[in-house]
């Protein structure tokens, strides 16, 4: 079994007083935000609040989380994984870099957890990035907060009673997406190249692409199987043929945004033969999200 050396007073109590503090003026913004906690499947859990949801495993080697939300909800977080297991959260696996999804590694980092991440979220983390769409700015973290272990295209470690295996299955959400495989579990935390609020954010300025989630969503699916529970990046709980049903939903889309490529539609014009229609309201957001994925494909 992997074990991590941290210090012997280190304990998920310590962790929330030591993180009350730096966070007090912002915490208004969260007051309202409770986590819930959902049993998966054996020793893992999925604890969901405002942000990414996250995977929890526990067991006598430790707790591992699979992503962390924003930083003034570390405590609220701290206190659900306490109503699980006494033991310190002592790796925490990044499944990408956006902010909704790290904001607490920098919390989870000082109290002594070794962050793991791919290659690309460590750098993405360790200077401001821009996101597609929203144009929102996410600052670089200090070091504290950044991944210690990294790697390019797959690693594998025993923790809990499971061979956990974070794989890189394509450039699709982002160019640094990680997907955590509980192997006897038989759990996937997806991340968010697979989530169950409607269209995916692809993020185009930070290496995803829309062939890139198709293609990563059929590795994926081949990696798991019809007994799999997928913990999504958002959203309840899902099976393969869900995430299945996903990937053919935007297969559907690209073949239509091909197709007005091919009849060298302008963006405009592609707009109007609605391609997301049945699948999402043709609003501005998916407007928006249209005509990123057209570019993708005409540079336009």
């Not at 929890?56 to 994984?81: C, E, H, M, R, W």
């Not at 980092?109 to 070794?114: I, S």
């Amino acid at each position: 079994m992997m074990t991590i050396k941290t210090s012997n007073n280190l304990n998920l109590l310590a962790l929330l007083a030591c993180l009350l503090l730096p966070f007090l003026a912002t915490a208004q913004d969260f007051d309202n935000i409770e986590i819930t906690t959902t049993p998966v499947r054996d020793n893992i859990y999925m604890l969901q609040g405002s942000g990414g949801n996250i995977g929890v495993s526990i067991g006598n080697d430790g707790t591992l989380i699979v992503d962390d939300q924003f930083a003034p909800l570390t405590n609220k977080i701290a206190a659900a994984i306490a109503e699980l297991t006494d033991r310190p959260v002592n790796i925490v696996v990044n499944s990408h870099f956006h902010y909704d999804h790290t904001d607490g590694n920098e919390n989870f980092g000082r109290a002594g957890a070794y962050i793991v991440a791919h290659d690309n979220s460590r750098k993405r983390m360790e200077s401001t990035q821009v996101l597609a769409g929203s144009g929102r700015v996410q600052e670089a973290y200090d070091t504290v907060g950044l991944p210690k272990i990294t790697f390019f295209d797959s690693m594998r470690f025993y923790f809990n009673g499971n061979a956990v295996d974070i794989v890189k299955t394509g450039n699709g959400h982002t160019d640094g997406d990680a997907q955590i495989y509980f192997r006897e579990a038989n759990v996937i935390h997806t991340g968010d190249m697979f989530v169950r609020y409607g269209l995916p954010f692809i993020d185009q300025s930070n290496g995803g692409t829309m062939d890139g989630m198709i293609d990563a969503l059929m590795n994926i699916g081949s990696l798991i199987d019809d007994d799999t529970i997928i913990i999504p990046g958002h959203g309840q709980l899902s099976s393969r043929d869900d995430l299945l049903d996903y990937r053919a939903m935007l297969v559907v889309i690209r073949g239509k945004l091909v197709r007005a490529k091919v009849l060298s539609l302008s963006p405009g014009e592609m707009l109007e033969s609605q391609p997301a229609d049945g699948y999402a309201p043709p609003n501005e957001n998916t407007n928006g999200w249209l005509l990123r994925a057209y570019e993708e494909y005409t540079g336009q």
